[in-house]
T-cell receptor
Framework: GQQLNQSPQSMFIQEGEDVSMNCTSS?????WLWYKQDPGEGPVLLIA?????ELTSNGRLTAQFGITRKDSFLNISASIPSDVGIYFC??????????????FGQGTTLQVKP | DAGVIQSPRHEVTEMGQEVTLRCKPISGHNSLFWYRQTMMRGLELLIY????????DSGMPEDRFSAKMPNASFSTLKIQPSEPRDSAVYFC??????????????FGPGTRLTVL
C-alpha cells in the first residue's frame, strides 16, 4: 500500500542547533505538506509544496519537494524551545485519484533543551 | 475566521455506551475528514466526505463506527457500542478541494476519547 517513511522518529537537541527531518515513499506524490502538532492540539500546516524541486521557506523553516517526487525534507534552523512538538509530513499520491486524500508520515517528535 | 470546531474536547465514557463526536468545518470548505490518532498507529484516516457525500470509508475500523454529514456545516462520528480500544484522539479536518492541487487540510483541536 501507499506509505510514507518519516525519519527520524524522535530528536533531542540543544537550543540553537539546526534540525533536519525527511519523508520518503515508493510512490510519486503530487503534493507535500509539513504539519506541526503541539501537545493537546491538532496539526497545523507549516509549509505546502506543489512542484518537484520546489524549495520553500517559512521563517526558520525550509522544506523541499524532492526532484523524484518521492521524498521531501524539512529543515529548522537555530531551534528554540517553542519548536518542541511533533512534525508530520503528508501528501497525496497519483494513486489517490486526485481526491484530496492525504497520507501522513508517522511523525518526528522534537525536543529542544534550553 | 473560526477554524474547524470540534466538540466535546474531552469525553470519558464507559464501555458499551454510545459516543457522538461533532465537527463544524471551516465555512466554504467542501471536504471533511475524520482521523484517529493513537501512539501505536499514528494518524489514521477513518472517512472523508466531499460535498457532504462519503467518498471513502475504508478506514472505518468496524461497523460500530458510523459517520454522517447532513449538511455542509456539520458532521458527526458515532461509535456504538464503544470499547476501551477506541480510546484515542479523534480529529476532524476540512479543506477546499478544487480538483487541482490538493488543498491544505485544516485540523480541529480534536476530541480526546477515553473508554473505561
Amino acid at each position: 500500500g501507499q506509505q510514507l517513511n518519516q525519519s527520524p522518529q524522535s530528536m533531542f537537541i540543544q537550543e540553537g542547533e539546526d534540525v533536519s527531518m525527511n519523508c520518503t515513499s515508493s510512490s510519486i506524490f503530487n503534493t507535500w505538506l509539513w504539519y506541526k502538532q503541539d501537545p493537546g492540539e491538532g496539526p497545523v500546516l507549516l509549509i505546502a509544496l506543489y512542484k518537484a524541486g520546489e524549495l520553500t521557506s517559512n521563517g526558520r523553516l525550509t522544506a523541499q519537494f524532492g526532484i523524484t517526487r518521492k521524498d521531501s525534507f524539512l529543515n529548522i534552523s537555530a531551534s528554540i524551545p517553542s519548536d518542541v512538538g511533533i512534525y508530520f509530513c503528508a501528501g497525496d499520491t497519483i494513486l489517490s485519484g486526485n481526491t484530496g486524500k492525504l497520507i501522513f508520515g508517522q511523525g518526528t517528535t522534537l525536543q529542544v533543551k534550553p | 475566521d473560526a477554524g474547524v470546531i470540534q466538540s466535546p474536547r474531552h469525553e470519558v465514557t464507559e464501555m458499551g455506551q454510545e459516543v457522538t463526536l461533532r465537527c463544524k468545518p471551516i465555512s466554504g470548505h467542501n471536504s471533511l475528514f475524520w482521523y484517529r490518532q493513537t501512539m501505536m498507529r499514528g494518524l489514521e484516516l477513518l472517512i472523508y466526505f466531499n460535498n457532504n457525500v462519503p467518498i471513502d470509508d475504508s478506514g472505518m475500523p468496524e461497523d460500530r463506527f458510523s459517520a454522517k454529514m447532513p449538511n455542509a456545516s456539520f458532521s458527526t462520528l458515532k461509535i456504538q457500542p464503544s470499547e476501551p480500544r477506541d480510546s484515542a484522539v479523534y480529529f476532524c479536518a476540512s479543506s477546499l478541494f478544487s480538483g487541482g492541487n490538493t488543498d491544505t487540510q485544516y485540523f480541529g483541536p480534536g476530541t480526546r476519547l477515553t473508554v473505561l
